[in-house]
């Protein structure tokens, strides 16, 4: 009888840690400051530079750019006849019948939304391979016959950019050569084994090109790294510090930065083969061996897929509209503040994509990290956690000395869509910047109650409308974009969209609150996969 009850009293104990919130107390001592955590979002990506930004599409300012500092035109001059920068892309007798015009436009536009342009060079135009050959993602995968007419083309479109610009404009921009180099589908030689001396040798004459005719451009290039391709990343990074420039017949080649991409393959499911520290610290370990000090970043990524839409699952924006995504993304946002990452760039942060829509949860969280740019970290202790078995429950802190502002994140995360355990945060904060007397207390909570997508899951069974009506996995917040269904289309602008403008708003819930002696504690309940953000100030 005793063991029964014993048994009976631990499967209580078991139960009441199981099912009853978990608990989480942190220590965040502001008076130990490090270093200023940057602009983790501060990057977004165009996946087809078309008109994206052409004027005066653009000309009622898009307030992503509050934070966004920086839009990458992946391809932008070349690699198929809509990409390739010529009057007549087509005729392979005349190589320099430039035509920058496109390209021009869209990067006045990005610079009249108050950002600047990424550059993402590549791929070689069509009429430069004269055996041209389309990868997996519908560009020349080839490089070119001469490479001194290539590097005519890039140093006309410098020369270009400059009359247009200005010097100094064009020198705040980035430059990116290529996308996922060592990745079979975006660059390979007829003989794979001479794919890397290639790609080195395309790197000296773009980068040469830019040299010339800007002078010293920020300039990298933008590996898959996350999962192994055609050949090691070392070999390039080797050849930028020590190896012999093609062009110039120097030591080495102009390298500020190195990106990679980083994707998991769904939301709920098994993760990447190398996480996101460890994508980065393959690059950064091999840079540091030649003593490079470099900028790291990851220039595309997040969830590859959802459940299928009628042609395809994968996700439009590379992320699920559910509120998962926002505890996804402040846990990216975590490590990268853990691990010296500069920026995470974005595919989309609205409903209809880049430009247009209501916010997604991924927004509101990037707004919020923004925040934290300009502030020093500070630690954020955990001194005690209890959660669900597969929960993640982190806080991270930072001190703006400028604005005299405790930022802090904290978020209830486990790699499962319907999540629902609730976690109990503690936070004792030491802050002796603030004087004794009443601080102002703004909380950001992120969960369903500032997500339209659990709406619009509920609208989609009431209006019976199902995944064909998608192109794109219908689990992407992108409704607009990827839906192709005429009636499903026309009830969700008619009506929902609006509707669902209420729903995605963040509303901050301001307090105040009273410290003694640098001293205050705040609590914080959070749902499962939400993110919950406190702004302390005086």
């Known amino acids: 009888m005793g063991k029964l009850i014993a048994l009976i009293t631990a499967g209580l104990s078991f139960a009441a840690v199981f099912f009853s919130p978990g608990t989480c107390l942190y220590e965040i001592d502001a008076a130990d400051c490090g270093e200023k955590v940057g602009n983790k979002v501060s990057n977004v990506n ?54 920058f015009e496109r390209l021009v436009r869209n990067c006045r ?51 270009t950019l400059v009359d247009e610009f200005g010097k100094e404009e064009v020198l705040s921009w980035h430059f990116c050569v290529f996308t996922e180099y060592e990745n079979a589908d975006w660059f390979m030689c007829e003989n794979p084994d001479d794919s890397a001396e ?9 980068a040469a090109a830019l040299c010339d005719a800007i002078g010293d451009v ?58 996101l520290a460890d994508t980065i610290g393959c690059l950064r370990s091999q840079a540091e061996k030649y003593g490079l000090e470099l900028d790291y970043g990851v220039d595309e ?4 897929t959802g459940s299928a839409g009628s042609q395809s699952d994968e996700l439009m924006s590379r992320t699920v509209g559910y509120t998962y995504q926002a505890a996804f993304d402040a846990r990216i946002y975590g490590i ?35 925040e934290f740019a300009d502030a020093l970290r500070v630690k954020a202790k955990k001194i005690k956690g209890a959660l669900r078995f597969g929960a993640e429950a982190k806080a991270f802190a930072a001190f703006d000395e400028a ?7 904290a978020y209830n995360y486990k790699n499962d869509i319907d999540y629902g355990g609730k976690v109990k945060f503690k ?22 109650g500032c997500n339209y997508f659990d709406d619009w899951v509920k609208d989609r069974e009431k209006y019976g409308i199902t995944a064909q009506a998608f192109s794109w996995s219908p689990d992407c917040p992108n409704i607009g974009a990827s839906l192709i269904d005429r009636d499903a289309r026309e009830l969700y602008y008619s009506s929902l969209e609006e509707k669902y403008a209420v729903c995605s708003e963040l509303e901050p819930e301001v307090t105040a609150g009273v410290i003694s002696g640098g001293e205050l504690t705040v609590e914080s309940e959070l749902g499962g996969n939400s993110v919950v953000f406190y702004e302390i100030s005086q």
């Open 46 to 99: 165009i996946w087809e530079m078309g008109r994206s930004f052409y004027e005066p599409q653009n000309s009622e300012k898009n307030d992503i750019f509050d934070f966004v500092e920086y839009v990458q035109l992946m391809q932008c001059t070349g690699g198929n006849l809509e990409r390739d920068l010529f009057r007549n892309p087509q005729d392979s007798s005349v190589t320099d019948d430039y035509d």
């Open 109 to 159: 536009g990005i610079i009249a939304s108050g950002a600047k342009p990424t550059l993402k060079l590549g791929n070689v135009p069509v009429k430069y391979s004269k055996n041209c050959k389309t990868g997996g993602f519908g560009v020349n995968i080839l490089p070119p016959d001469d490479y001194d007419v290539y590097y005519d083309y890039i140093h006309a479109l410098a020369e």
């Open 198 to 206: 290639e790609f080195c040798k395309i790197y000296d004459y773009t």
């Open 218 to 275: 920020y300039i990298g290039a933008h590996s898959m790294s996350v999962t192994e391709g055609l050949w090691d990343e070392g070999i390039f990074i080797k050849h930028c510090a020590v190896g012999r420039n093609f062009k110039t017949g120097e030591t080495g080649s102009p390298l500020k930065f190195l990106s990679a991409s980083y994707y998991e393959p769904c939301a709920g499911g098994r993760r990447s083969q190398k996480s």
């Open 301 to 304: 990524g997040r969830l590859l």
């Open 336 to 370: 990268m503040m853990d691990n010296d990452i500069d920026y995470f760039s974005m595919w989309s942060y609205k409903s209809d994509g880049l430009n247009r829509g209501n916010p997604t949860v991924s927004c509101h969280v990037a707004r919020r990290v923004s």
């Open 403 to 409: 604005e005299n502002t405790l930022h802090i994140m």
């Open 427 to 448: 936070f004792r904060i030491n802050a002796p910047q603030f004087a004794d007397g009443e601080v102002k207390i703004t909380r950001y909570l992120i969960d369903d």
